[in-house]
């Protein structure tokens, strides 16, 4: 079973293979590493931004920017006794990307909310992926010229299976880095043990209920939370 001295032995470990990304600066994770307190075994808490610098842009990226910085913002306290729902309130992920073309910056950010109210307008998973966010907003709010003709809604939220921060760096690294300019680190033994405890500890749990909501009604108050779109008869 998983302990916050297990977690942190698996950030050191994936820190280790970061290193080696010259466009990445680990510092702040770094510091945050060895900041983990690793005596309450049963909750882990930290907080980090880590921030990707000067990234070629994914294929078909409007405007054509020549590169694009992403900075990742992680706010976890994961209570690893409560398998089902590990995380609270303070839970945050947010992504905010930007980049320079003709002298104007575009930017946009998605965040990975955890939401445990139930009075909502709109349907809310507990756990969504959202495009857009406060710091778009104000942004706008700002200068209004500045996004030119976007929309910004605040829907859809996505479900989506919850993240810490190394299933995070590892979204990222993943959908923002060519296979062939981040494949040795992927493929990195130690990089891939800590991403797989991460899936066991997080991504099982969640899926689990979605599940077990279909086969036997199991922890369905929990899959309709996780996906409130799903039908009890």
């Known amino acids: 079973m998983a302990n916050s001295t297990s977690i942190k032995n698996d950030f050191e470990a994936m820190l280790k293979v970061l290193e080696g990304i010259g466009s990445l600066d680990v510092q702040n994770l770094s510091q945050a590493v060895g900041y983990m307190d690793t005596y309450g075994q049963d909750v882990v808490v930290y907080a980090f931004t880590l921030t990707f610098w000067q990234i070629t842009p994914p294929d078909n990226t409007l405007p054509p920017v020549s590169n694009m910085d992403i900075?990742?913002?992680?706010?976890?306290?994961?209570?690893?006794?409560?398998?089902?729902?590990?995380?609270?309130?303070?839970?945050?992920?947010?992504l905010y990307l930007s980049g320079i073309k003709g002298g104007q910056q575009y930017m946009c950010s998605w965040h990975l909310d955890l939401d445990t109210?139930?009075?909502?307008?709109?349907?809310?998973?507990?756990?969504?992926?959202?495009?857009?966010?406060?710091?778009?907003?104000?942004?706008?709010?700002?200068?209004?010229?500045?996004?030119?003709?976007?929309?910004?809604?605040?829907?859809?939220?996505?479900?989506?299976?919850?993240?810490?921060?190394?299933?995070?760096?590892?979204?990222?690294?993943?959908?923002?880095?060519?296979?062939?300019?981040?494949?040795?680190?992927?493929?990195?033994?130690?990089?891939?043990?800590?991403?797989?405890?991460?899936?066991?500890?997080?991504?099982?749990?969640?899926?689990?209920?979605?599940?077990?909501?279909?086969?036997?009604?199991e922890q369905a108050g929990l899959g309709i939370k996780y996906m409130p779109s799903l039908i009890i008869d």
């Open 117 to 217: 109210t139930t009075d909502h307008r709109y349907i809310h998973p507990r756990f969504h992926l959202t495009y857009g966010g406060k710091k778009m907003r104000d942004k706008l709010k700002d200068d209004n010229s500045v996004f030119g003709q976007l929309l910004l809604p605040v829907t859809p939220r996505i479900p989506c299976a919850p993240m810490d921060g190394v299933l995070a760096i590892d979204f990222i690294l993943n959908h923002f880095y060519k296979k062939d300019d981040i494949g040795d680190v992927l493929s990195n033994s130690q990089y891939r043990k800590a991403v797989k405890a991460s899936q066991i500890r997080i991504w099982k749990p969640y899926y689990e209920s979605l599940h077990r909501f279909f086969v036997s009604n």
């Open 71 to 94: 900075r990742l913002e992680m706010k976890v306290k994961e209570n690893l006794n409560n398998t089902y729902e590990p995380f609270d309130s303070d839970y945050a992920m947010q």
